[in-house]
């Protein structure tokens, strides 16, 4: 028989490189703390309909990146692609959202049958951030100084760059749409296979092609900016006003259409030339519509998720990990014989209960002295 190998685009975390991914993941949870925000745990399974319903049924990810399958019961289930869906659907289902206002967070592996390449895998680590009742720019404004914190913890802030968008409500955007479609049409037949097919289902996605003559077309097309509805332009003013009060530097990008549905209004993306073609480390934005999308009563919602394995290989290029990171023990105890091996467990017992932060570890396994030191 073969060697049984991983399943493609699913990696394995050996022992060296979990202290950096703790490293990173911890670093980040203190950060969540220190603004307030509480964790929430997820099932890695869920109802097929629910990213059907709340992703889109035209995005990539429901139309060709789900791992579903039936259960015994006959049940159609999915891996979830992403947190923000299920994490709507947890507080609908607990009561979270009546009358009070959630910030949440959450972390864990999301699953996307992609094409896998450096940064970009079928099995990754997501932390995300989700908050409801909030409809004012406050909220979107805390979101970018709680991450632009983050990429100071980890020390990768000189390597990232804000880019952000406003989608407006999704009647400005259907009219946008039409005039999208509209000034599309004469080019079809110039446009890559993907754009074709999202001309009929999703034309705002025709923005995301990296084909170049696409690119060339898309580049001449109606912007949105003429059919922004008057409060949502409101609302991207003010946030721009308080980023720039904060020195927190952002990039207007208004290309950027983010690939899940949900959104609406505030859209943003912190990306990194560091990493080569997977260069976005963090995504999000404002999901208006998506609680009620999903069967619960009409909540504002934004948040944002990032790719824990991008954000470290980007600490990795930036060298801001610590040098020692993978060094498992402080200390290591070696009874020179086996008679000595109680005393040594009760010493590490000792020393661990004094110095917490020590790392102790007792020989074991016995040998001769040299071989002992020399483990
Ligand atoms: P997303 O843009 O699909 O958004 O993913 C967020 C981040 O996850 C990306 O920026 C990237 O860093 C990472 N990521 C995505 N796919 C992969 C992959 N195949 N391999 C490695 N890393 C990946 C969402 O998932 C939304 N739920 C974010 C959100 C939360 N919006 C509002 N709330």
């Known amino acids: 028989m073969s060697k049984l190998q991983s399943v493609r685009g699913m990696q394995d975390v050996l022992p060296g490189d979990s202290a950096r991914w703790r490293w990173v993941e911890d670093r980040v949870a203190d950060v969540l703390d220190r603004f307030g925000y509480r964790q ?5 399974l869920e109802d097929t309909r629910l990213f059907a319903r709340g992703v889109g049924e035209t995005s990539d990810i429901v139309e060709k990146e ?20 299920g994490c709507v659907r947890v507080c609908e289902q607990h009561g979270l959202l009546y009358n009070q206002t959630q910030r949440l967070w959450y972390r ?19 932390i995300g951030v989700e908050c409801f009742g909030l409809a ?22 000189q390597a990232v ?61 109606p912007t949105f900016d003429h059919w922004l509805d008057a409060d949502s332009r409101a609302h991207f ?7 720039a009060g904060a020195g927190i530097a952002a990039v207007i990008n208004p290309m ?4 899940l549905d949900y959104y609406s209004r505030t859209v943003f993306e912190w990306t990194t030339e560091a990493l080569g073609a997977q260069g976005t480390v963090c995504g999000g934005g404002r999901y208006d519509g998506l ?33 020692d990171i993978d060094r498992a023990v402080d200390a290591y105890l070696v009874p020179m014989e086996d008679a000595a091996s109680g005393a040594a467990f009760e010493l590490a017992g000792h020393l661990r209960s004094a110095l917490p932060r020590l790392r102790v570890q007792v020989h074991c396994g016995g040998g001769k002295v040299k071989a002992r030191m020399k483990r």
Not at 112 to 122: A, H, L, S, V
Not at 256 to 259: A, F, I, T
Not at 305 to 317: E, F, K, N, T, V
Request: charged share 30%.
């Open 40 to 44: 929430i745990r997820m099932p890695l």
């Open 66 to 85: 789900m791992y579903t399958f039936d259960d015994r019961g006959g049940d159609s289930v999915t891996l979830r692609p992403e947190g923000t869906a």
């Open 108 to 126: 864990g592996p999301m699953f996307r049958y992609e094409r896998p390449q450096k940064g970009r895998y079928r099995q990754f680590e997501q």
């Open 136 to 157: 004012g720019p406050d909220i979107d404004f805390e979101l970018l100084q709680l991450t632009a914190e983050l990429w100071r913890v980890l020390g990768v802030d």
């Open 161 to 221: 760059r804000l880019e952000l968008n406003t989608l407006g409500t999704s009647e400005a955007r259907s009219a946008w749409r039409g005039a999208l479609v509209d000034y599309l049409r004469p080019f079809e037949a110039e446009l890559d296979e993907d754009s074709r097919r999202r001309l009929e289902r999703n034309p705002l996605r025709i923005f995301d092609s990296k084909v170049e003559r696409t690119r060339e077309i898309i580049a001449g097309a």
């Open 237 to 243: 003013e003010h946030l721009q006003e308080r980023l």
């Open 256 to 259: 950027l259409v983010r690939g």
């Open 291 to 323: 609680v009620e999308l999903l069967g619960g009563r009409p909540t504002p919602g934004i948040g944002f998720a990032m790719g824990i394995d991008r954000l470290l290989l980007l600490a990795q290029a930036c060298a801001s990990l610590p040098e």
